[in-house]
């Protein structure tokens, strides 16, 4: 196919910014700085690294936009991306380039639209609400069982802050850890 044009090549390059915009691993790894102090400025770049990917190699399939993107998150960020996500994003992104060179614009502005509609709904948090109500009901537990044996602070400290050995510690398989009283 035909390189896009001038025009075209902007809508493109609103089309990736959006879809990366939205992909919550890529915001989770800018807002937690896993790229380091240049986290936002390098997401920035992912943009008109993969439009120039696109531009420089001709019938790009979707695996090869997948690997791009994951090297780049792995180089860039010290992210290996494994919640199935990115096959979404390169299927996107491949589609909207598609769009592109066939000159349906106007789908291509509207999958832009929904995906501005999606970021300003919310961004993706990095701590789910589900662990905050579990850490309550853990503390209530932790003080009720404490009750008996002595002061409810030893207990509710335990739980604010880890013991300083951390080979005391044992990990059980189901993910909790199991925190023993020194003798």
């Known amino acids: ?5 001038s025009s075209t090549r902007e809508l493109f390059i609103s089309a990736i910014r959006a879809v990366l915009e939205t992909w919550p691993v890529l915001q989770i790894a800018v807002d937690n700085g ?3 102090a240049y986290s936002q400025q390098k ?17 790009l399939q979707q695996d090869e936009v997948e690997d791009f993107i994951s090297d780049l998150m792995n180089n860039e960020f010290d992210t290996v991306v494994d919640d199935g996500s990115l096959p979404q994003v390169a299927q996107k992104v491949c589609l909207m380039f598609q769009q592109c060179q066939q000159g349906k614009l106007t789908e291509v502005r509207e999958q832009i639209s929904l995906l501005a509609q999606k970021k300003s709904a919310g961004r993706a948090k990095v701590t789910p609400t589900d662990d905050d109500e579990e850490e309550s009901e853990n503390e209530e537990a932790m003080e009720c069982d404490g009750a008996g044996e002595g002061p409810s602070v030893n207990s509710t400290a335990v739980m604010e802050k880890p013991p300083p050995q951390v080979a005391s510690n044992e990990e059980e398989d189901d993910g909790w850890t199991v925190v023993r009283r020194k003798k």
């Open 1 to 5: 196919m035909a390189p896009l044009t």
């Open 43 to 59: 997401a920035e770049w992912m943009v008109d690294a993969l439009q120039q990917y696109f531009n420089n190699n001709d019938d």
């Open 34 to 36: 896993f790229g380091g």
